[in-house]
């Protein structure tokens, strides 16, 4: 059985970083594509960044670029999202997802149909 399981979440100051983690279990991490989605409230659940079988690809949001990084450590089978420079506009709850419908893809997307297992989320809050 899959299951994604994040941590990392809380709350921290504006310029701060965090680094969210997502262990992944029922799948290896090496062979498919994972990725970040977030919600903020009141707002549509939007893709923050995705990394296809062995890090060979990956993808980020305009906003996110240059701040969030995406990774993967196959030996714990877990996916990191760190994110740097953080802004109040980040605050959100993020997912952790992974799309096992397409073993070792070369690319990754941001398309929420993508993505066939999703974690429960955990809250980032960024201050001001």
């Known amino acids: 059985e899959v299951h994604l399981v994040e941590s990392g979440g809380g709350l921290v100051q504006a310029g701060g970083s965090l680094r969210l983690s997502c262990a992944a279990s029922?799948?290896?991490?090496?062979?498919?594509?994972l990725g970040w989605f977030r919600q903020a409230p009141g707002k549509e659940r939007e893709g923050v960044s995705c990394?296809?079988?062995?890090?060979?690809?990956?993808s980020y949001a305009d906003s996110v670029k240059g701040r969030f990084t995406i990774s993967t450590d196959n030996a714990k089978n877990t996916v990191y999202l760190e994110m740097n420079s953080l802004k109040p506009e980040d605050t959100a709850v993020y997912y952790c997802?992974?799309?096992?419908?397409?073993?070792?893809?070369?690319?990754?997307?941001?398309?929420?149909?993508?993505?066939?297992?999703w974690g429960q989320g955990t809250q980032v809050t960024v201050s001001s």
């Open positions: 029922g799948f290896t991490v090496a062979n498919y594509a």
């Open positions: 990394i296809s079988s062995s890090d060979r690809s990956t």
């Open positions: 997802v992974a799309s096992l419908m397409t073993l070792r893809p070369r690319i990754c997307g941001l398309r929420r149909y993508v993505y066939n297992y």
